[in-house]
């Protein structure tokens, strides 16, 4: 009985999300309005590289991500020398998203590094397919108190576990994985950084997990997380947390 009643309020949480998986490919070297790992990114007219400006050292570049129904090319770049977790006391320019909309083959100009890149991860096309999320555990409590709450009348020494298996039953994504949209699944607890423009509740936007095939390893099999103004669509926040 009770049971049912937590299928039922779960189903209105759910959430649709991309997942992104790498595969290593030497087609992913060349720039490209693609999502992919590594090579090179997609850059247009006016842009250079960009570099650190703690350590000066060239950023690396991570990845892109092609967000189909925005239009837009998110391209994530990097710096594994000062290894940014995205806290308030940063240098910014540590880390860099450049949003392009209307991405275009036409619009592409070549940037290279000057210097090798160490860090660079292995190039990668990547597989995109559609899943179904709800919330982690963590962020239930601010997703529904009633839910949090019956699962903990349910099981009291281990409430989790019933909604784990309750998202199981639902047949959602409960994994860790690199994904576009949805929820976002903490590894140290819930993050919800704020628009340093207008103060507004930043949204869960991508998060990108540690990569054995890109060979992308975010401290101790960790996950970056990036949010983003619903207004400003240009602020990103970054969050790196790991175990
Ligand atoms: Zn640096
Ligand atoms: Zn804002």
């Known amino acids: 009985m009770s049971k049912e009643k937590l299928d039922s309020l779960l189903k209105p949480l759910v959430k649709k999300a991309i997942k ?3 595969r290593a490919n030497d087609a992913a070297l060349a720039a490209s309005c693609h999502t992919k790992f590594g090579g090179s990114p997609y850059a247009e007219a006016g842009d250079t590289w960009p570099s650190c400006p703690t350590c000066k050292k060239e950023l690396t570049f991570i990845n892109q991500i092609h967000d189909e129904i925005e239009q837009q090319l998110f391209v994530f770049y990097y710096c594994n020398e000062c290894f940014p977790w995205g806290l308030g006391d940063e240098e910014k320019g540590q880390w ?3 949003l392009y909309d ?3 083959s036409s619009k592409i100009v070549n940037i290279a590094r000057a210097s090798n890149d160490e860090f660079a991860p292995t190039p990668c096309k990547v597989i995109t397919s559609p899943v179904e999320v709800l ?3 963590e962020g ?3 997703a529904s108190d009633e839910l949090s709450d019956l699962c903990c009348k349910i099981n009291d020494d281990s409430p989790w576990e019933e909604y784990e298996e309750a998202v199981e039953r639902a ?5 860790y994985a690199t994904l576009l949209g949805g929820y976002p699944r903490f590894v140290q607890g819930e993050a919800g950084p704020v628009c340093p423009e207008c103060n507004s509740q930043m949204i ?3 998060q990108i997990d540690s990569e054995n095939e890109a060979n992308i390893m975010w401290g101790d099999v960790g996950l970056v997380y990036f949010f983003r103004c619903p207004e400003h669509k240009n602020q990103f926040q970054l969050e790196l947390q790991c175990h």
């Open 204 to 206: 869960f936007y991508a």
């Open 96 to 98: 860099l998203v450049r």
């Open 20 to 22: 992104l998986e790498p």
């Open 171 to 175: 047949g959602c994504l409960n994994d």
């Open 140 to 142: 239930l409590d601010s």
């Open 135 to 137: 919330p982690d555990w």
């Open 102 to 104: 209307e991405p275009s």
